[in-house]
């Protein structure tokens, strides 16, 4: 008797998420579908001194599969007043490509291989690690929405990126989470323009977004190296985000040593395929 094969799961919007590997607790990924089967990845990491990293990337969505040709080293950051975005460099240092089995597990193999790197890669079994208000993604345990429900609450509309263009080279990374609740991932820099990500769970309040504490991590080695044990969590500060559809403002308090207080002048770098925000 012929075995039926079920459909190959395909792509959809609602892959929008943060995901990791259980056995790599401490780094991970927000990955963003974007319109167009294009995709965009942040890959929060160390390096091989037990320091925080990042890698970005643009990538090509097939099927069930999305291919990063070209991950990104960004590097001459500064944090705060001193940043200056002619110095920032964008250098190729691998790729990656993302395998979907369904809406909650994946595969990511990766290659680095450059800016003096010598040549590595790996595998990783992804698992999702947050869910968004919208968009959602669907499967035999969660079925489409009915068209008719309650609509779209308007905080879901804030997910995707946002960058100061005074300092492009550095951002945020804001998910939705629910209607009160929402992930944010700050790309960016120490005063010695060391590479640097903070994360927190904020609480939604009208345009605001309040992150009471950030926090940030050290310890952890790269690729085969990494242990979880190793990975230290400490407070680095408070991040509040005051959002429209495409503007907005950040204001930050760190508590971390070397790191000034400010604000930025934030523009939407990306939306989500799913999403639309009305016109300027």
């Known amino acids: 008797k ?9 792509i959809e919007p609602g ?3 943060a995901w990791f590997d259980i056995d790599r607790e401490g780094e991970g990924f927000m990955l963003e579908i974007l319109a167009g089967d294009r995709a965009v990845m942040y890959w929060f990491t160390y390096d091989s001194e037990g320091r925080q990293d990042w890698y970005v ?8 599969r999305i291919v990063f040709p070209e991950m990104l080293n960004v590097s001459g950051g500064e944090f705060g007043p001193g940043f200056d975005p002619e110095k920032v460099v964008r250098t190729p240092v691998g790729l990656a490509s993302f395998t979907w089995i369904s809406c909650n597990s994946a595969v990511m193999d990766w290659v680095v291989d450059g800016n003096g790197n010598a040549r590595r890669s790996g595998r990783m079994n992804l698992t999702r690690l947050t869910d968004l208000i919208s968009p959602v993604c669907h499967d035999e345990g969660n079925p489409p929405v009915d068209p008719g429900a309650s609509p779209l609450h308007e905080s879901a509309l ?29 790309f960016s820099y120490d005063g010695d323009g060391n590479r640097r990500w903070f994360f927190g769970v904020g609480a939604i309040s009208g345009q605001v977004i309040r992150f009471e504490e950030m926090f940030t991590t050290s310890g952890a080695l790269f690729g ?16 509040e985000l005051e ?5 907005g403002q950040a204001r930050f ?24 925000c009305p016109e300027q």
């Open 224 to 239: 085969d190296d990494f242990d979880p044990d190793a990975v230290a969590l400490s407070p680095w500060g408070s991040l």
């Open 15 to 17: 892959i929008s998420a």
């Open 243 to 247: 959002l429209e559809c495409w503007s």
């Open 253 to 276: 308090e760190p508590t971390e040593e070397g790191f000034p207080a400010g604000e930025l002048d934030l523009v939407r770098l990306t939306i989500l395929d799913g999403l639309s």
């Open 57 to 64: 990337a643009e990538g090509e969505i097939h099927g069930n």
């Open 158 to 186: 804030l997910s995707g990126s946002w960058y100061d263009p005074a300092h492009s080279g550095e951002g945020y990374v804001l998910q939705i989470l629910s209607s009160e609740r929402a992930l944010v991932y700050w």
């Open 2 to 10: 012929r075995q039926v094969l079920d459909d190959p799961f395909v």
